[in-house]
């Protein structure tokens, strides 16, 4: 299936060469990039050269061009990063002498043309460096930073019968911004005077996502705002809200704590359920319009895990097996079309073999639809978007865990957020990927067959994704927020969740999940008992007022009523007094 998104955008070549034809001539190319990282830009060398081996011919004088790209589309902050690169663009030639050149900018890119007065002879090398500042390959997103070399298309032609073309790549990090998480492609390191260095070559650079992420902790934070509704009809009948929180979560070789720094109003009680996402429930006063949830996060990548240690299907519980491979709504394992195309793709008992087989089947076999997106986005499950549904994160999310657990392979859905700078994602965007059992390491994987789809591989924890909650039992259950309404209740709204990066935690007074479930524990009465409980003051209270009133009221009567002999009156059967 063709890709989408912005991978073909953008994995080209970042450099146009001379365009004059040079007919059955042997012209050998060489271009030499060199990336130095720093906090704020990257510094970038590239060097071209150019020799004729063959003295029947000639090449005449020309242009040669280089194109400073952008890997972001529509980038809000292109025109300002052209501003700061246009001044640092320097072109000299073999013996370093300045040569002049102009410069356009063509979308959100510049266009760097360098007149070539010079005859490239037989015997003879052309050298041509260009230097300049790029602020739009390197991106800072709270504490780690992503860095994007120009990788080339698949299609892209290195070769034919007048030229060779050979481009390598050189990328120096400085071990002093921090450990570098991942490479893509993955790549070795040297440590040269203080700089971790990659070489690449155009081939292993050809037909990918080039991306270097640095840095193993990500922090967040978060705000969590649930529009509620008060009950004012039924006297001590209060509307209760149960919401899914924030979580602490291990999975694969990510550890993610989180800690509240407010939560408001207090929780009746807070409890974890079966899948370890954090509830808190709510009893609403009237005149109370939400809950509201602040709080942050700290995520941590293990370098060291290894994906590739899953274990196999015989390593697997009759419990885990029964549990995450059943089928269930949108998630139809069971379902002929399902079992056929799992049944394709199992190759063994490997688990990580058969992760791998279905993540390229899925990124293969579907599209990424912006218009469902952007459009009417309803669940349409695994089996419509297997046989052609459009799809976003959750059809991509469902056919994978439909997939794997047709294959006898433990499979849940995990929620929150995920972005990638390069597709100018924002935070705050839900976001749904999948989560594998490893049986070899008794961790779930998380699994994101979307971000396949746009170019890595994403295969093993990601600190650009956060976790909201996880579900088994289908993609809806647990939901959320839940509410028992009464009376006046309204209805359910939607949370309204917003996230931002942060490069550290700010010094400040906050509770971790197990102070919040040690605060507010689970209270197991009945809820009508429950509420009895709640407000068993209130209700002493009351008893209390309205006993005084009553009281208050028989005295002033006495007071008022004259004392007078009165006949007492004959009772009879058909004489009832009435009350």
């Not at 700290?298 to 015989?314: A, E, P």
Request: charged share 15%; net charge negative.
């Amino acid at each position: 299936m063709t890709k989408v998104l912005y991978t073909c955008g953008w994995i080209i070549l970042g450099l146009f060469l001379f365009t004059t034809q040079v007919d059955a001539a042997t012209v050998t190319q060489t271009i030499q990039r060199e990336y130095v990282v720093s906090r704020d830009k990257v510094s970038v060398t590239e060097t071209l050269k150019v020799k004729l081996n063959d003295s029947r011919f000639e090449i005449p004088a020309g242009n040669e061009k280089f194109l400073i790209f952008n890997p972001i589309p529509n980038d809000p902050d292109a025109q300002s990063k052209i501003n700061k690169t246009l001044p640092t663009i320097s072109v000299r030639n073999a013996l370093g002498t300045a040569v002049n050149f102009s410069t356009q900018t063509t979308g959100q890119n510049i266009e760097i043309i360098v007149p070539r007065s010079q005859i490239i002879r037989f015997g003879t090398e052309f050298v041509l460096t260009v230097t300049y500042d790029s602020y739009a390959l390197l991106y800072q997103t709270g504490a780690i930073f992503d860095f994007y070399p120009p990788s080339f298309s698949k299609d892209f032609v290195f070769s034919d019968q007048n030229s060779e073309l050979s481009i390598s790549t050189r990328v120096k990090i400085p071990a002093s911004l921090g450990e570098v998480n991942f490479t893509l492609p993955n790549k070795a390191a040297t440590l040269v005077d203080g700089f971790w260095t990659y070489d690449f070559t155009h081939q292993e650079l050809t037909g990918t996502v080039a991306w270097i992420q640095i840095g193993t902790k990500q922090f967040y934070q978060f705000e969590l705002r649930q529009p509620v509704t008060g009950n004012s009809v039924i006297p001590f009948l209060q509307n209760k809200y149960s919401v899914l929180l924030p979580r602490d979560i291990v999975s694969g070789g990510l550890a993610q704590s989180v800690f509240f720094s407010e939560i408001s109003p207090s929780p009746t009680s807070t409890y974890i359920d079966e899948e370890g996402n954090l509830v808190a429930e709510f009893f609403i006063s009237e005149g109370t319009s939400e809950i509201l949830v602040k709080g942050y996060a700290s995520l941590v990548q293990d370098t060291s895990f290894d994906v590739k240690n899953s274990g196999t299907l015989s390593q697997l519980s009759a419990a885990e097996s029964h549990k995450y491979t059943a089928a269930a709504e949108f998630w139809e394992s069971t379902a002929p079309e399902i079992t056929s195309a799992a049944a394709g793709l199992k190759t063994g008992e490997d688990i990580y073999s058969l992760i791998t087989g279905s993540y390229k089947f899925v990124i293969d076999r579907i599209d990424y639809s912006d218009v469902k997106r952007f459009g009417i986005n309803e669940r349409q499950g695994a089996l419509k978007t297997l046989q052609g549904g459009a799809a976003v994160c959750m059809e991509y999310s469902d056919l994978f865990i439909a997939l794997m657990r047709a294959q006898g392979v433990p499979a849940r859905a995990a929620f929150g957020f995920g972005y990638d700078p390069r597709a100018g994602d924002t935070l705050d965007t839900a976001h749904q990927w999948a989560e594998v059992y490893l049986p070899a390491q008794d961790t779930w994987l998380s699994v994101d067959t979307t971000w396949g789809e746009s170019g890595p591989e994403v295969i093993g924890a990601n600190l650009n994704h956060f976790f909201h909650y996880v579900a088994s039992t289908d993609p809806q259950t647990p939901a959320p927020v839940t509410a028992q309404l009464y009376g006046q209740g309204g209805e359910i709204q939607p949370s309204q969740f917003s996230i931002t990066a942060l490069p550290s935690i700010p010094s400040t007074d906050f509770q971790t999940q197990a102070e919040i479930l040690e605060k507010f524990p689970k209270n197991e009465s009945p809820y009508i008992l429950q509420l009895i409980l709640d407000y068993s003051k209130e209700l002493v209270i009351g008893v209390l007022v309205i006993s005084g009133l009553v009281i208050a009221y028989k005295l002033v009567r006495a007071r008022r009523t004259p004392l007078q002999s009165t006949p007492t009156p004959h009772l009879s059967a058909h004489n009832t007094p009435r009350l």
